[in-house]
């Protein structure tokens, strides 16, 4: 599998294309923005893209669905839990004001829940569900590599002063549904926040209070 990151948006979002190394199928994570150079990216690799897949309903993860779903034909997938997000005006007018860019997503084609498995090529995405940054946030497991939204970055975790998050329920669903993967696991964040780009589970159990039980 190659994994491509892009840093896009002006809330340093992590962007990723995988891709099977056979079938030239793959996947999109969180477009969100700078489509160009993900499309110029997708047309000079020869890429078929199957699914766009968000680790959940924030504006700076989603602004690209609607250009990259019609660019491509790809079907957006999205937890059940965060499409009533969709349609909430006075969470959009928040998001304005703590200057997220706010986006006309559109509702996904395919919802899902905890142990899914979204397949391309001979690759294969499993869903883990982490709520506590907002309801239907999850991780998506691939390989020895966790893509883990803003449910856990390098060294902290997501903001927990938007609309539904819970302090608690984070805590949990890392403790519950993350610390037992492989310790060598890839830590692969949906934003640049860290001293680096990527970790592991065992340095992020180590350092990490929100996931090392340090609090």
């Given at each position: 599998m190659?994994?491509?990151?892009?840093?896009?948006?002006?809330?340093s979002?992590?962007?990723?294309?995988?891709?099977?190394?056979?079938?030239n199928?793959?996947v999109?994570?969180?477009?969100?923005?700078?489509?160009?150079?993900?499309?110029?990216?997708?047309?000079?690799?020869?890429?078929?893209?199957?699914?766009?897949?968000?680790?959940?309903?924030?504006?700076d993860?989603?602004?690209?669905?609607?250009?990259?779903?019609?660019?491509?034909?790809?079907?957006?997938?999205?937890?059940?839990?965060?499409?009533?997000?969709?349609?909430?005006?006075?969470?959009?007018?928040?998001?304005?004001?703590?200057?997220?860019?706010?986006?006309?997503?559109?509702?996904?084609?395919?919802?899902?829940?905890h142990?899914?498995?979204?397949?391309?090529?001979?690759?294969?995405?499993?869903?883990?569900?982490?709520?506590?940054?907002?309801?239907?946030?999850?991780?998506?497991?691939?390989?020895?590599?966790?893509?883990?939204?803003?449910?856990?970055?390098?060294?902290?975790?997501?903001?927990?002063?938007?609309?539904?998050?819970?302090?608690?329920?984070?805590?949990?669903?890392?403790?519950?549904?993350?610390?037992?993967?492989?310790?060598?696991?890839?830590?692969?964040?949906?934003?640049?926040?860290?001293?680096?780009?990527?970790?592991?589970?065992?340095?992020?159990?180590?350092?990490?209070?929100?996931?090392?039980?340090q609090?």
């Open positions: 190659i994994i491509k990151p892009f840093l896009v948006g002006h809330m979002v992590f962007c990723y294309v995988l891709s099977c190394d056979d079938t199928e793959a999109i994570i969180d477009p969100g923005g700078n489509t160009e150079e993900i499309l110029h990216y997708i047309s000079a690799k020869s890429l078929h893209i199957r699914y766009i897949v968000n680790t959940h309903n924030h504006p993860h989603t602004v690209g669905n609607r250009e990259m779903r019609g660019a491509t034909g790809a079907k957006i997938v999205m937890h059940e839990l965060d499409v009533h997000l969709l349609d909430d005006p006075e969470r959009l007018k928040l998001f304005a004001r703590i200057n997220f860019p706010v986006s006309d997503t559109p509702p996904p084609d395919l919802q899902v829940r142990g899914a498995v979204i397949p391309f090529g001979k690759e294969k995405i499993t869903i883990i569900h982490t709520p506590g940054h907002s309801p239907g946030g999850i991780c998506l497991h691939c390989g020895n590599n966790l893509f883990t939204g803003d449910s856990l970055f390098v060294g902290a975790a997501g903001r927990l002063d938007l609309p539904e998050a819970d302090f608690n329920v984070l805590l949990s669903s890392l403790e519950k549904n993350i610390a037992p993967l492989p310790p060598e696991t890839v830590i692969r964040p949906g934003h640049d926040y860290g001293d680096t780009p990527t970790s592991t589970l065992e340095r992020e159990k180590k350092e990490n209070p929100f996931i090392g039980g609090w």
